[in-house]
């Protein structure tokens, strides 16, 4: 139980650390590569993301799709990567290497689609190489470059703004 606790203040001071190291360089480079970050705890319809990701014209070789669940979840037969809080190490580090390569790939635009405060989660989203990151309101704005401020069932107005947004940081045509 105390370890549990000097763990997660390790990755709270390496995420803190992390956030305050990052630099903002948006450019108008077009989105050919797209991650996406979701709690399959909250919402578990990654056809959703195929669709957008279809609308933006991102080809499906280049879509990249990983859930995040704080409990181990084994009767995930249609999903291919799913997390948790047991992939973590001490000091940020990744004990899996799948959520590893997930994190080296550098995205054109990463999209975090979770509401929850989740340490972890919000680790992979800091630790992501992606250009580009979009996402729903969180307590801290240092995550992501663009933040829109939607609920998770109202996902048809986030494909609306972030197709907004990036036709004006001319991202998409």
């Known amino acids: ?72 979840k084994d009767d995930l037969n249609s999903w291919d990567l799913c997390f948790n809080p047991k992939d973590f190490g001490w000091k940020g580090t990744i004990n899996n290497m799948e959520l590893q390569s997930f994190l080296d790939t550098e995205f054109d635009v990463l999209i975090s689609y979770y509401k929850k405060e989740i340490l972890e989660i919000k680790m992979i989203t800091a630790c992501s190489k992606a250009k580009f990151k979009i996402g729903i309101l969180q307590t801290d704005e240092r995550l992501n470059d663009l933040i829109l401020k939607t609920n998770l069932n109202q996902f048809d107005l986030f494909k609306a703004e972030v197709v907004k947004y990036l036709t004006i940081l001319n991202k998409i045509n």
């Open 1 to 72: 139980m105390i370890l549990k606790v000097f763990k997660e203040k390790s990755n709270k001071k390496y995420l803190n650390k992390l956030l305050s190291e990052r630099h903002v360089n948006v450019n108008d480079s077009k989105v050919e590569s797209l991650g996406v970050i979701i709690n399959i705890d909250e919402i578990d319809d990654f056809e959703l993301f195929k669709k957008l990701a279809d609308y933006i014209k991102v080809r499906p070789n280049k879509l990249k799709i990983i859930a995040f669940s704080e409990k181990k």
